[in-house]
Nanobody, 124 residues
Framework: QVQLVESGGGLVQAGGSLRVSCAAS????????MGWFRQAPGKEREFVAA????????YYADSVKGRFTISRDNAKNTVYLQMNNLKPEDTAVYYC?????????????????WGQGTQVTVSS
């Protein structure tokens, strides 16, 4: 049974930093591309960042480029999202997702498995 469990969300002031993690189990993690998405109240789920199976390639939404960094540790079956210079508009539930594949992927429908999400709230 595949499980993706996010952690590390919380409340932070604008300009602050936060790192969220996603621990995967029940799959061959190093064979999966991983992604982070977010969903704010009343809005659709949107792409944030993605990383290829080996960690060698990454891709970011324009809204977070230069502020967020996605990384992975295949030995720990974990993917991370380091978020710096946070803004109130970054407030959302953050989800990690996994897709069997070697590249990186940006569409919600690309992904096979999803975590339950972790809340990130940025106060102004």
């Amino acid at each position: 049974q595949v499980q993706l469990v996010e952690s590390g969300g919380g409340l932070v002031q604008a300009g602050g930093s936060l790192r969220v993690s996603c621990a995967a189990s029940g799959l061959s993690f190093s064979r999966y591309a991983m992604g982070w998405f977010r969903q704010a109240p009343g809005k659709e789920r949107e792409f944030v960042a993605a990383i290829a199976y080996s960690g060698g390639r990454t891709y970011y939404a324009d809204s977070v480029k230069g502020r967020f960094t996605i990384s992975r540790d295949n030995a720990k079956n974990t993917v991370y999202l380091q978020m710096n210079n946070l803004k109130p508009e970054d407030t959302a539930v953050y989800y990690c997702a996994a897709k069997l594949g070697i590249y990186y992927y940006t569409a919600v429908l690309d992904y096979n498995y999803w975590g339950q999400g972790t809340q990130v709230t940025v106060s102004s």
